[in-house]
């Protein structure tokens, strides 16, 4: 074993000790971020190669710094991000919110597809849309200004940024000065906050310590922003266009009555994620 590999060896033991998730993968990720290397070429890494910042990169994932700050990057669906402090880190669980979404807006009998992201954080749902839909326009709205640094720097780096408005502001207030866009929109996804403020000794460090609250807290049962999604959803959305929104996995029995018929919903439903926990809802704009 070389010195890498070894030194890696005992990074995992060091973080499975600290309570990090994935100590393994994360050891792996930090050595090759430092090293310059693809994690499975660790061990192409010559001895007299090993640098020493790779135990102070330890040092800050032992301490709970989510492993997406260090590196800088964040890896959703066919994109890399660039994340740090002061916007959300994509989970992997909405990239199965987003493949649903894709698939229902290739499903529809629309030459262009018009898209809306409201809470976008990083940019990673409008760009994957943008990126996988090649015929979409997709507009995205973020309300934290230090969230939208790294917006904007997604979006300026991405090859369907042309396809991508960015708007600076309240997801829950989407278009509301602008009756033009109402009832236009094929799809509307977000992944708001959802977290109780009740929960939040719960919350894992990673998060509670370094997302932002805004993108994590909703209220007292978490649902606040939901139901604003619900409003805006209402009012762009054309008859047949189609609503999803991300929630926690304990809110799945609540989310979908939300979404109810006497408020021109149809087809209301909740889906389950990778992990069989349920992740999403979906509902349909009623046709009259």
């Not at 917006?151 to 829950?172: E, F, I, M, Q």
Request: overall charge negative; hydrophobic content about 40%.
């Amino acid at each position: 074993m070389n010195l890498l590999l070894a030194e890696v060896a005992q990074a995992t033991q060091r973080l499975a000790a600290a309570g990090v998730p994935s100590p393994r993968f994360d050891a792996e990720e930090l050595a090759a971020h430092i090293h310059g290397v693809k994690r499975g070429r660790l061990h192409t890494v010559p001895d007299a190669d090993f640098d020493a910042r790779y135990w102070e990169a330890v040092a800050r994932r032992e301490a709970r710094e989510p492993l997406q700050h260090i590196t800088g990057r964040a890896f959703f669906r066919y994109l890399e991000l660039q994340v740090g402090p002061g916007v959300f880190v994509p989970r992997p669980e909405t990239e199965s919110v987003v493949g649903w979404a894709i698939d229902a807006v290739r499903d529809m009998d629309v030459a262009e597809p018009l898209v809306v992201d409201l809470c976008t954080g990083s940019g990673a749902i409008a760009l994957a849309i943008a990126q996988e839909v090649p015929r979409s326009t997709v507009h995205a709205f973020e309300l934290d200004e230090d969230a939208l640094v790294w917006t904007r720097r997604n979006v300026d780096a991405s090859p369907d940024r042309a396809r991508v408005t960015l708007h600076a502001g309240d997801a829950t207030r989407a278009f509301e000065d602008d009756p033009s866009w109402s009832g236009r929109f094929d799809l509307v996804i977000s992944n708001p906050p959802y977290i109780p403020l009740t929960e939040w000794e719960y919350v894992a460090p990673e998060a509670r310590d370094h997302d932002p609250q805004l993108a994590l807290f909703s209220g007292e049962d978490g649902l606040t922003a939901i139901r604003g999604i619900e409003r805006v959803a209402a009012r762009l959305l054309r008859p047949g266009g189609v609503v999803v929104v991300e929630h926690a996995d304990t809110q799945g029995g609540q989310v979908p009555w939300i979404f109810s018929e006497d408020r021109g919903w149809t087809d209301a439903a909740d889906h389950r994620d990778l992990n069989n926990r349920p992740r999403f809802t979906t509902a349909r704009r009623a046709v009259p």
